[in-house]
Each structure stands twice: as structure tokens, then as C-alpha cells.
């Protein structure tokens, strides 16, 4: 087969892998900044549950998270179509590394400015969501952009609950024509291609961000 005849398949499983990502990156970072807030608290009943669900994320491997969602969860009688049980899984695993992402960028931020604000009448929440919070999330915004790329890589793993990304499309053509160097090859130039760009690009994002450019 010319390189040519195996863009079209690749290029559905592509389809796939990037709308997993988007998928687990929106909600992932939605829940890990759920996350970061609970860490952050002052409270301990919600500190510390908050604390353990994190840790937790982080040191399981999303290969095992996937798992657990799609072979260990219908022991309990949930089941979750393929897809969605990538999409979930891959959320929190997202979600677990980006809520550490978030906590440095909220604790960054000089807390003489807290106290300023609060020696200006500023109520707490007001003062967290319209100083802090926004100066946090700035702060946070180029390793966000290099976690999402990880996200990117790690749709691959979705392959291995039978989900047709591009990993798992790669895999079938290459059992199937037997040109497994070729259609790895094609494979890794193309996540390459999705990767490198975007990680110049949130480089480029931390730099004008140094610089107050942004």
C-alpha cells in the first residue's frame, strides 16, 4: 500500500483521539479546579477528602483508571459504553494532575495581596474570585497547555478498551496489510505533528506571559 492509502483510516482515529481530549481536558480541568478549591481550603473536612481523591488520581496510572472504569465498574452493576469509559477515566486522571497545577498557580499569588483587599472591606469570596482566582489561573495557563498535550498521548491508551482512536486504528491496519514499521511510523509523525507545534506554542504563551504580554 502507498503511504497515501493509510491517511484516511489514521485520520478517523485522529477524529477520535482529539475529541477525547477535548472531552477529558474541559471536564478534567473543570473538576481539578473543584479540586484545587477543596485542597485549598481552610476547612479539613473538605481539605482532606479533596487531598486523598488527588493523590489517589495521581498515583494510579490512567492505563489502570481505564480499566477500573470499563472492567471493574460493571462489578458493581455501572457499565459505561467504551468511549464514555475513556472520557472518564481520562477526565480524572486530568483532572487529579491539573488540581495540583491550579493550587500552585491560586497559592502564587502574594498574599499581601489577600490582605490588602481585606483591608479594604473586600469580602473573602469576592476578593478570591476577583484577585486571586484570575492572577492564579494566568499563572497556571502554560502548564495547563502542556498537561493538555499529555492528554493528547494519552488517548492512546484508550486503545486498549477497544476504542477506535488512533492508536487502536494504527494497530488494526497494521494486523491487517503487515507494514507494522510504516503504519507506526505514519503514526508517531502524526502525534508528533498534533504535540510539537502546540507545546512551541504554549512556550511561547509562558514567555509573552513572563514578559506581561499577555
Known amino acids: 500500500m502507498d503511504i497515501v492509502d493509510y491517511l484516511p483510516t489514521l485520520g478517523e482515529g485522529l477524529v477520535v483521539s482529539l475529541q477525547l481530549t477535548a472531552l477529558s481536558v474541559v471536564f478534567g480541568y473543570a473538576l481539578g479546579l473543584v479540586f484545587a478549591l477543596g485542597v485549598t481550603s481552610v476547612r479539613p473536612w ?18 489502570v483508571v481505564l480499566y477500573i ?47 490588602a483587599s481585606s483591608a479594604l ?39 486498549s478498551i477497544s476504542v477506535n482512536e488512533l492508536m487502536s486504528r494504527a494497530y488494526q491496519m497494521s494486523n491487517i496489510t503487515f ?7 505514519i503514526t508517531g509523525l502524526i502525534y508528533a505533528a498534533i504535540a510539537v507545534p502546540a507545546t512551541w506554542l504554549s512556550v511561547f504563551v509562558e514567555h509573552r506571559l513572563d514578559r506581561g504580554a499577555v
Request: charge should be positive; glycine fraction near 10%; proline fraction near 6%.
Open 121 to 159: 472591606g473586600l469580602p473573602r469570596l469576592t476578593s478570591f474570585v476577583r484577585i486571586v482566582l484570575p492572577q492564579g489561573m494566568r499563572s497556571a495557563i502554560p502548564a495547563l497547555m502542556g498537561l493538555a498535550i499529555m492528554s493528547f498521548q494519552a488517548t492512546s491508551l484508550a486503545y
Open 46 to 63: 473538605l481539605r482532606w477528602p479533596a487531598l486523598v481523591v488527588v493523590e489517589i488520581g495521581r498515583g494510579i496510572p490512567a492505563l
Open 179 to 185: 507494514e507494522y514499521l510504516t503504519v507506526y511510523l
Open 69 to 115: 472504569v470499563y472492567f471493574g465498574l460493571p462489578a458493581l452493576g455501572v457499565l459505561f459504553e467504551n468511549f464514555v469509559a475513556a472520557v472518564l477515566g481520562l477526565t480524572f486522571t486530568a483532572a487529579a494532575y491539573s488540581s495540583e497545577v491550579f493550587r500552585a498557580g491560586i497559592q502564587s499569588v502574594p498574599r499581601g495581596q489577600v490582605e
